[in-house]
């Protein structure tokens, strides 16, 4: 009897556990994912990805790319914003704050409870018992919408701070594509005037052995060569760091080799211009438009705190029955009480997280007039050096010039003409010193203000 009874009583909660088996065979399956085991970076450039539908998202004008005749500042921003590891991994990020909106959109789900009391002892004219809930819980549809709101402007930031990343590695790309270039045409010089102190070495050394010129002579010679040298060394070790940071930044093997192509020169910004950009800055740069959203997030989580202080109720309906097979459908309710937490806790969290939001907000503003206003300053520095160079440095020439032609008469010791000679090749290399820095000022100065990359002005490519 007791056996029949268990087996009418499974017929009777068959079909919920037929509805649980359901829900169970549209859950996710697990798969496992291995780590990469090798490097990916490509062997050539031509094997990078440079299509210019994608370039848009990184504030850049429509620009042909043609790696087959060099790059240019836009070319290799391009492919830098299109191709930097750092940067795919954040694009990765995005996907989950989209995940994260698609579950704060998700409806709760009901709560199905099933109970089976089996009589002992004594069980004359008993049967088993039964019972069967389904209960919902309100308050998560009552925070809902603040919850959407909360994670849709998380999604807004991630998307935000992912183009500031990338505006961030379009100028770091800029800014090794410039070093890059002007550590080559440094080396150049220093190369030339290595052949030359070498030759000139080499030809005091014999006129020692000859007796025809001093000790002082060929010493001063000897000084010079290993003086460049050192400055070939420094440079080059320099010259390796930026070449295997540029192809590491561009997704590129380190042996890849490259070539870049640079305007004449960079066009400085009036103080009239940047201070108009800044007073729209708030409007245009990614980071503060990020910062501008994380703080409208928080905001949604502050109300969905305050909501979520009301009294949790949930809902359901019951079916059972007894064990003297009496039937009976209920309705209940299930209260909580916020008499001591009641998410004042939790309201005072997201209040306080969102006043230090607004803090940092009004600290990324001020760091930002601070930092323009000092890379302005330091623009007409380096632009009054290059204008004194500019000047004086054919007038140098033509004084080593001259003493070139007197050493060779031995009308000037060495010791003085090297002297001279010397301070012109440094007086060179601080020329393209300035002509880097500016470069670099200038491409930070278009970064925090957000400008275009190429500047309206069009690229300059070989012919």
């Known amino acids: 009897m007791r056996i029949k009874n268990i087996t009418k009583t499974a017929h009777s909660l068959l079909p919920a556990l037929c509805c649980a088996a359901l829900v169970l065979t549209g859950c996710a399956s697990y798969q496992a994912r291995p780590l990469p085991e090798n490097s990916i970076l490509a062997d050539k450039l031509r094997a990078l990805q440079y299509s210019v539908k994608k370039q848009q998202a990184a504030g850049l004008h429509q620009h042909a790319v043609n790696p087959a005749d060099g790059l240019d500042l836009t070319e290799v921003a391009i492919i830098a914003v299109l191709n930097n590891g750092d940067l795919q991994a954040k694009r990765a990020k995005q996907k989950l704050a989209g995940a994260q909106l698609f579950a704060a959109g998700l409806l709760p789900d009901p709560q199905i409870s099933a109970n089976l009391a089996i009589p002992t002892g004594d069980t004359n004219g008993a049967v088993n018992a039964w019972g069967?809930?389904?209960?919902?819980?309100?308050?998560?549809?009552?925070?809902?919408?603040?919850?959407?709101?909360?994670?849709?402007?998380?999604?807004?930031?991630?998307?935000?701070?992912?183009?500031?990343?990338?505006?961030?590695?379009?100028?770091?790309?800029?800014?090794?594509?410039?070093?890059?270039?002007?550590?080559?045409?440094?080396?150049?010089?220093?190369?030339?005037?290595?052949?030359?102190?070498?030759?000139?070495?080499?030809?005091?050394?014999?006129?020692?052995?000859?007796?025809?010129?001093?000790?002082?002579?060929?010493?001063?010679?000897?000084?010079?060569?290993?003086?460049?040298?050192?400055?070939?060394?420094?440079?080059?070790?320099?010259?390796?760091?930026?070449?295997?940071?540029?192809?590491?930044?561009?997704?590129?093997?380190?042996?890849?080799?490259?070539?870049?192509?640079?305007?004449?020169?960079?066009?400085?910004?009036?103080?009239?211009?940047?201070?108009?950009?800044?007073?729209t800055l708030r409007r245009r740069r990614p980071d503060l438009l990020a910062l501008q959203a994380g703080y409208q997030?928080?905001?949604?989580?502050?109300?969905?705190?305050?909501?979520?202080?009301?009294?949790?109720?949930?809902?359901?309906?019951?079916?059972?029955?007894?064990?003297?097979?009496?039937?009976?459908?209920?309705?209940?309710?299930?209260?909580?009480?916020?008499?001591?937490?009641?998410?004042?806790?939790?309201?005072?969290?997201?209040?306080?997280?969102?006043?230090?939001?607004?803090?940092?907000?009004?600290?990324?503003?001020?760091?930002?007039?601070?930092?323009?206003?000092?890379?302005?300053?330091?623009?007409?520095?380096?632009?009054?050096?290059?204008?004194?160079?500019?000047?004086?440095?054919?007038?140098?020439?033509?004084?080593?010039?001259?003493?070139?032609?007197?050493?060779?008469?031995n009308d000037v010791d060495a010791l003085t003409f090297f002297t001279v000679e010397y301070t012109w090749i440094l007086k060179r290399l601080e020329e393209m010193n300035l002509e880097q820095s500016q470069w670099e000022n200038n491409l930070a100065l278009q970064a925090l203000l957000a400008l275009p990359g190429d500047n309206g002005l069009p690229p300059v490519k070989s012919k």
């Open 297 to 409: 997030s928080q905001e949604a989580k502050v109300r969905a705190a305050i909501l979520s202080q009301f009294p949790s109720l949930s809902i359901g309906i019951t079916r059972g029955k007894d064990t003297d097979a009496l039937a009976t459908t209920g309705f209940g309710i299930s209260l909580h009480l916020p008499l001591f937490s009641g998410s004042r806790g939790a309201i005072a969290i997201e209040r306080a997280t969102r006043e230090q939001l607004k803090l940092e907000y009004q600290a990324r503003l001020n760091q930002a007039l601070t930092n323009v206003n000092s890379l302005l300053e330091l623009q007409k520095i380096i632009d009054d050096q290059q204008a004194r160079l500019k000047k004086y440095l054919p007038r140098l020439r033509t004084i080593v010039e001259k003493n070139r032609q007197a050493y060779t008469k």
């Open 132 to 279: 069967l809930g389904l209960g919902y819980d309100i308050i998560p549809l009552i925070t809902r919408q603040a919850r959407i709101d909360a994670d849709r402007q998380a999604q807004v930031q991630v998307h935000l701070d992912l183009l500031w990343q990338e505006w961030q590695v379009m100028q770091q790309a800029r800014t090794l594509a410039v070093r890059y270039t002007l550590e080559l045409k440094k080396l150049k010089l220093l190369h030339k005037v290595r052949d030359l102190y070498q030759h000139r070495y080499y030809n005091s050394s014999q006129a020692l052995k000859n007796g025809d010129v001093t000790m002082n002579v060929n010493g001063t010679d000897l000084t010079a060569l290993l003086d460049i040298y050192s400055r070939i060394n420094q440079l080059e070790q320099a010259h390796n760091e930026t070449r295997h940071q540029i192809n590491l930044l561009l997704g590129l093997a380190p042996d890849v080799d490259l070539h870049f192509i640079l305007p004449p020169q960079p066009y400085l910004l009036s103080r009239a211009t940047a201070e108009k950009d800044l007073h």
